[in-house]
């Protein structure tokens, strides 16, 4: 098969959708790849490194989908992207087709073979190609939302562990899942006082045996996130529904019941938000105020990370690049259950009854 790399063009997204050395082992398999010029190098690789595995490196995207069959990115198509993408033509990326109907009709449109990486499913329900994006972007959430909280970045003014003799800062995490739990150590390590919460009484059972003393669970009923609110210093929304738009569990009117200077960081905003006042933002401009409260709602957290990010995701997602390239997209679905919940639209069919019913296709 032959396989393309295009550089990704979305705001401040460095991470690439192959490695040299992922490049290296399909060359070895006896597959093609064509890599866009440049489009290792915000993630440390530079167009030499993929010569000297096996790739050729074309100038321009176009050219780099003019040749594949497949193409691997990191993230959705861009609308300038919408006219290079061919008919019966494989996209393998993050798609979350639930925040955006036009991106979703416009890959009907193309009659292409759109395989999610969000929504690669195992048996367990577990999602491998998002679990180490949501690791990274979990522990992010953190970060930022300790670095907003400074006053000269708008935020109240607070350090997430306190001193000896000032209390901590209060964090509430909305979500025991992958960010949420990732999310819960960082601040957890940092010294603040965390409270997740979560519907699945067996998941929070297992976060609090497995999480620090200074980490409480509490089951998510929107009577207790309101509780929550007067209190927090800084909120992560982790929530997801597999595939789907995320429930806004934080309403606009919510805000008011905040201290001016609380930090809400939306991680779920690449499917919609979990805050209603959420909208995407970019690392250009990462945060907005809304009647006081500062909102983070970077649509690619990990993309400010490409050196640890790419290396976490493509390690994921080649094996099951190498079953694509190797068995052709039909088989690889039908030997491969997990690809086959990834498979949401081909050739102008909508797979996806959550997507159907969201969009009223």
């Given at each position: 098969m032959i396989i393309g790399v295009p550089k990704e063009i979305k705001n401040q997204e460095f991470r690439v959708g192959l490695t040299p050395a992922g490049v290296q082992s399909l060359v070895a398999q006896g597959h093609q790849v064509y890599v866009q010029s440049q489009a290792g190098i915000g993630s440390g690789f530079s167009d030499e490194f993929y010569m000297q595995t096996g790739a050729s490196i074309l100038p321009d995207a176009a050219s780099v989908y003019a040749k594949s069959h497949m193409i691997v990115k990191v993230k959705e198509p861009l609308a300038q992207e919408y006219p290079l993408i061919q008919p019966g033509q494989i996209l393998f990326t993050y798609f979350h087709f639930a925040a955006s109907k036009e991106l979703t009709q416009a890959m009907i449109d193309s009659k292409a073979i759109c395989i999610a990486y969000e929504t690669v499913e195992l048996p367990d329900r577990s999602l491998p190609l998002l679990t180490p994006m949501s690791e990274v972007a979990g522990r992010m959430s953190i970060q930022v939302g300790a670095y907003f909280l400074g006053k000269a970045q708008g935020g109240k003014g607070k350090m997430l562990g306190?001193?000896?003799?000032?209390?901590?800062?209060?964090?509430?995490?909305?979500?025991?899942?992958?960010?949420?739990?990732?999310?819960?150590?960082?601040?957890?390590?940092?010294?603040?006082n965390v409270t997740i919460l979560d519907t699945n009484l067996t998941r929070l059972r297992y976060l609090e045996d497995v999480l620090p003393a200074n980490v409480s669970t509490q089951y998510s009923t929107s009577l207790a996130i309101q509780e929550c609110l007067?209190?927090?210093?800084?909120?992560?929304?982790?929530?997801?529904?597999?595939?789907?738009?995320?429930?806004?569990?934080?309403?606009?009117?919510?805000?008011?019941?905040?201290?001016?200077g609380t930090v809400l960081v939306d991680v779920a905003v690449d499917q919609g938000g979990c805050i209603e006042t959420c909208r995407p933002t970019t690392h250009e401009n990462p945060v907005f105020e809304k009647d006081g409260i500062l909102h983070y709602c970077v649509a690619n957290m990990p993309g400010a990370v490409p050196q640890t990010s790419t290396l976490a995701l493509t390690q994921a997602t080649l094996p099951y690049v190498q079953q694509i390239a190797r068995e052709g997209w039909n088989l690889a679905c039908s030997n491969n259950q997990a690809l086959a919940n990834g498979l949401t639209i081909y050739e102008g069919k909508l797979q996806n009854p959550a997507l159907a019913i969201l969009f009223d296709l």
């Open positions: 306190g001193v000896p003799g000032v209390k901590p800062a209060n964090v509430v995490i909305l979500g025991g899942g992958v960010v949420g739990t990732q999310a819960a150590k960082m601040a957890a390590g940092l010294g603040a007067p209190q927090a210093d800084l909120i992560v929304g982790a929530v997801l529904l597999h595939g789907a738009k995320a429930p806004h569990l934080i309403k606009r009117e919510d805000l008011k019941r905040m201290s001016p």
